[in-house]
């Protein structure tokens, strides 16, 4: 099995910002794509931004490109999530997911591909 552990998240006021780690622990795997995705009260759970192992390629919601940055240390096995110019509609349970992988390039955009997730972390932005 493998376990996700975020951390990082709390109260912000709107403009700032927040830095989400999620550490991997458990079963290894050689190649395996990382992610974030968040889930507001009443709305479904949501992509936020993916990573490739490599770390080359990344995905982002329209709703985080230009504020938000995912990146990952392997050596770690680690994933960040750098929340800039942070906005009260961020407000959310932020999920840190991981998926298992055939290819170095893989990339997973959609919530259901993930097999493994985390607690999540809540992150809450005040105007």
């Known amino acids: 099995q493998v376990q996700l552990v975020e951390s990082g998240g709390g109260l912000v006021q709107a403009g700032g910002s927040l830095r989400l780690s999620c550490a991997a622990s458990?079963?290894?795997?050689?190649?395996?794509?990382m992610g974030w995705l968040r889930q507001a009260p009443g709305k479904e759970r949501e992509s936020v931004a993916a990573i490739n192992w490599s770390g080359g390629s990344t995905y982002y919601a329209d709703s985080a490109k230009g504020r938000f940055t995912i990146s990952r240390d392997n050596a770690k096995n680690t994933v960040y999530l750098q929340m800039n110019s942070l906005k009260p509609e961020d407000t959310a349970v932020y999920y840190c997911?991981?998926?298992?992988?055939?290819?170095?390039?893989?990339?997973?955009?959609?919530?259901?591909?993930?097999?493994?997730w985390g607690q999540g972390t809540q992150v809450t932005v005040s105007s």
């Open positions: 997911a991981l998926r298992s992988c055939s290819s170095y390039g893989c990339l997973v955009r959609y919530s259901d591909e993930y097999q493994y």
């Open positions: 458990g079963r290894t795997f050689s190649r395996y794509a």
